[in-house]
């Protein structure tokens, strides 16, 4: 394994800090490394496999798929990618869909879909997005420009023109940004990069009421609280608050790289049409065979049900952990989307559960994020909470 590593930091470009593991198997919610060390995966993939790893239905799909045909283009039409549509259009209230590659690439469709929606309305080409601080959307230049925080974008500068930011949950910070070249409103509906932070039903409620008001998109990022993490199959469903443009990814495919933007038959007949936007993987039959049989799955499973039960004991075992060491200073999240947060930075802590066989992540460098495999039962919480405390102690001692 380590020859892997030193071997990787010689070929790969370095846009990474890897923890020293190199994994090569997975099996339900744990992953084994190459030397057949057993860790139980808290991260997912940073909340994409949502299924855990080696469901055979899952592989059994794609594999069909291998056989049949994996790529044409989008210059034609492909069963699986007209099946994952309809699926998606009926998991999600929305009307049109438009395959990608990616969540970035999500994000750069919603951009242009809200440009190209104000373009047609009055021919003006200064509309301007509001976006959030703290927020990330990708790491592509239109993703980066509406992505919240300055440490991302400044050594990209100039990013694209007339994005203005706001702060989630604070309305009148929205209201200030507003103006009557606002063409859309671009937020997480639980800020994940952020700091696990959720927005709040009155928020959603006046933002929505404003762009209906205003004729300005909501477009609701659902790349990594969405599909099932917090307990409804997107977050905006908690609310009833619809937006005009979501964007979706990482469980979407469960694994195969694919995301998705959508929208209503209002925005799909009044914005991009043939010629403004294209991809040539987005769709293919691999993918969409891939996001066909998630959507399966999670409704054969019962998914969203089982987050809800699941997610409510992970919250308690949370704040059991909160509430013995003062050098946490709070949880927050919904269902399996959870965050602690620390009084410094957590990297420690991580590669203390690391060694102990827990595999965790960061938001930010002081909030530990806890996106696991949907299928987790209460024994893997349990688990996971005596991996976590133990390291917390070793690491801060009694804080």
Request: hydrophobic share 40%.
């Amino acid at each position: 394994m380590r020859n892997y590593i030193d071997e990787a930091e010689q070929a790969l470009l370095h846009t990474y800090n890897r923890y020293q593991v190199v994994f090569e198997r997975g099996d339900g919610v744990y992953l084994y490394d190459m030397d057949g060390k057993k860790y139980l995966d808290f991260v997912a993939g940073i909340a994409v496999f949502a299924l855990g790893y080696h469901n055979q239905e899952y592989n059994d799909a794609l594999k069909n798929q291998i056989d049949r045909i994996i790529h044409t283009s989008n210059y034609y039409y492909n069963v699986p990618a007209i099946e994952a549509a309809k699926k998606l259009k009926a998991v999600s209230g929305m009307d049109r869909v438009f395959f990608t590659n990616s969540g970035a690439e999500a994000v750069e469709g919603a951009v242009k879909t809200a440009r190209k929606y104000a373009y047609l309305k009055d021919g003006r080409t200064d509309h301007e997005i509001i976006a959030m601080n703290h927020s990330f959307h990708g790491r592509t230049m239109g993703a980066l420009s509406v992505t919240g925080n300055p440490h991302y974008r400044e050594a990209f500068e100039p990013m694209i023109g007339n994005i203005r930011f706001a702060d989630l949950n604070d309305f009148d910070s929205v209201l200030r940004q507003t103006t009557d070249r606002t063409c859309a409103i671009l937020f997480e509906t639980v800020q994940g990069e952020g700091g696990i932070w959720p927005a709040t039903e009155e928020f959603m409620h006046r933002v929505r009421a404003l762009c209906d008001e205003r004729d300005i998109l909501l477009i609701l990022d659902e790349i990594q609280c969405g599909m099932g993490r917090t307990g409804e199959m997107f977050a905006w469903q908690r609310f009833g608050v619809k937006p005009d443009v979501m964007t979706t990814a990482k469980a979407l495919g469960c694994g195969v790289p694919v995301g998705a933007f959508l929208m209503t038959e209002r925005v799909g007949q009044n914005s991009l049409k043939a010629g403004d936007h294209g991809t040539t993987y987005g769709g293919n039959p691999l993918a969409c065979a891939a996001v066909c049989k998630v959507l399966e799955l999670y409704e054969k499973m019962e998914i969203t049900a089982h987050v809800r039960e699941v997610g409510a004991y992970l919250e308690s075992r949370l704040d059991s952990v909160a509430e013995q060491f003062a050098c946490v200073r709070a949880r927050r999240g919904v269902g399996l989307m959870q965050g602690l947060v620390f009084d410094r930075p957590v990297g420690d802590i991580i590669t203390r559960a690391m060694d102990k066989g827990l595999v965790l992540i960061n938001a930010g460098t002081d909030i530990i994020r806890f996106v696991p495999p949907l299928i987790i039962d209460r024994q893997n919480v349990d688990d996971m909470a005596a991996i976590l405390t133990e390291s917390i102690r070793e690491v801060c001692g009694g804080c």
